[in-house]
């Protein structure tokens, strides 16, 4: 399975489940960068956290 990365806006390369900060706001938790906060689509963050170093 292919592996999704996501660069944020800051610059941050944000990989696995650790590289974000979970916001648990309304229905649906949100997902941001751990470094600046800027919230994650949706999408993205939820193959992220799936996503660990191995
Ligand atoms: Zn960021």
Redesign the pocket.
Known sequence: MASTTHR?????E?RFRQDLKKEDSGVYPTWK?K????PVPGKIGERLKHQHPS
């Open positions: 944020c806006v800051c610059g941050a944000l960068c470094d600046c906060l800027m």
